[in-house]
């Protein structure tokens, strides 16, 4: 059995937060210390504003630390379904965001001298049926037409210059998106963030938030485990792990776990053979795998192998789905030893689209729908700019934010089972 250890713990000294007292006052407050609310409280507290993040655990504990690291272009779902949903010009400007994405993280990286192997290695989509392959071609065409961005085609029998699988139809490479290691990364932005003047406060969860005028400035009161604070304007960026303290958009996000294993560290051939261009790899299924090399030569391989967030039974669970999973698409790694296995949870919408706006005086941004390290930074610098300047030109604000069909959903997400089986379903007839 591998170890329930999140492999990209191992490579990092987590950064620490604050041990100050919360102050009795700031200008914002946000909840949540991952790549949302670190990339804001490091934009505002650039901006000279007075900032305390509130996280209930330590930096980076939630998914941004846990991920599989992929930095990817484009959105959960699919250009033509976005068009016929949101118009082409709405559609344009998400599809533009995304690409902007990965560039916003690049420039942190950066700027902030973050050691996190950020490479832009590309990222490559495998078909696993034929109609999947056929799709590809109507899609790069159109991501081309619409949106002035280059995608390519890989028929299968040229499959094997991309990875040393023979399972699948074929792929559609985007050399823009990236790879990284998420812990250093959110490590480094934590870091970045308290070097800016950002007060991190861990082991701080917020219970609950009350309007409260103090000194004749409206604002928001925030009672939470380690006293209170208050703040002019509150900015939510708690994803999965959204609860009962914001309980409005609590119902609006369904928590559902991903499981990710990784092997020993491969030989050097074996590596190259398995990846040749070292992409951020994931198949075309709705209960889908995703998987690259870690910096180190391990294989990561990650999917929804249980679709309850993560505990010590669904993570043991996983550890067998997942590798039975893995020498399914790659056979040559059938001798090789899992050495750890973990979990988090995702964050999605009713509609698997990102969502940014404010609920009840309250800004938010989440729904990133297993496609956050790059959308969830890029969130949390347009929300700063938000907060600060009072507009946005966020596109992800501008689209209608569904809750749970006939309000059937409360936050405890009891039709999890069922939308698994649902998805698995899909996957056989679609
Ligand atoms: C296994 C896995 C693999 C993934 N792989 C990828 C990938 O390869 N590529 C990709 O783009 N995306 C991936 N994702 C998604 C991506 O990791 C997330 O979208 C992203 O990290 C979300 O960042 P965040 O800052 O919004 O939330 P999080 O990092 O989840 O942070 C939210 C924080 O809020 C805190 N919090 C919650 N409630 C409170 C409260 N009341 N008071 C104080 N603090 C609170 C939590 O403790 C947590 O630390 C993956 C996710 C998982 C789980």
Redesign the pocket.
Known sequence: MPRELNYWLTTVQMSAGSAEPLPERADVAI????????SAALSLAKRGAKVVV???????????????????TGLKLGVNQLISTYGRDLTRRMYTASLETIDTVEAIVKNEAIECDFSRCGHLEVACKQAHFDDYARQVEVIAREFNHQLSVVPRDQLHGEIGSSIYYGGMVDEVSAGLN?ARY?AGLGAAAVRAGAQVSEQ????NIQRETLDGAPGFRLN??RGKTWARSVFI??????????PALRKKVIPI????IATEVLPEALALELSPRNR?IYDSKHYLY?Y?LTPDNRMLF?GRAAFFP?SGHTIRKSAEILRLGMIEVYPQLRDIKVEYV??????FCFDMMPHAGRIDGLYF??G?????????TY??LKMANWIADGETDNPFAEIPFPGAPLGLYNGKPWFLPFAGAYYKVLDWVS
Not at 204 to 207: F, G
């Open positions: 909840v949540g210390a991952g790549f949302t609310g670190l509130l996280e209930s655990e330590t930096i980076g504990w939630g998914a941004s630390s846990r991920n599989g690291g992929m930095v990817l998420p959110v701080t969860r917020l219970q939470t485990s960026g708690t994803s999965g792990y959204t609860g009962s303290a914001t776990g991903s499981y990710i951020q995703y690259r990650g993560e973990w979990g988090g949870t995702i964050d941004a989440l990133y729908a297993g496609h956050g390290v790059a959308m969830a969130q949390g």
